[in-house]
């Protein structure tokens, strides 16, 4: 079974987000007709995440949504997550950055 991962932040263009959705999807599936189902919920929930992201920065808010597509042979996986999850470098970096 093929996973296929969207991650969205509140730096994230659905646009971008979209065009990578389409790139790790072979010709084949996409003109299936489940995929033509899925297709147009899975790019709602993209450009819906997205805004959401954008809002929640914006407020300082925190949030982590996860929601799956499934197909008979391939499962979206679309994730939202703001603040991005950052591990211990990223933390330094940020520390030093602002000193």
Known sequence: ?????????????ASVAIRELNSQI???KRNSPEFQIVYAPVT????DLT???KKIARSGTTIHVNKVFKLPDTNIFIALDYP?????????????KQV
């Open 84 to 96: 991005k999850k950052t591990g211990l470098i990223d933390k330094f970096k940020r520390i030093f």
């Open 26 to 28: 072979s010709e084949s």
């Open 44 to 47: 709602a929930c993209i450009e």
């Open 1 to 13: 079974m093929k996973k296929i991962n969207i991650q969205i932040s509140n730096d994230t263009i």
């Open 51 to 53: 805004s959401k992201a």
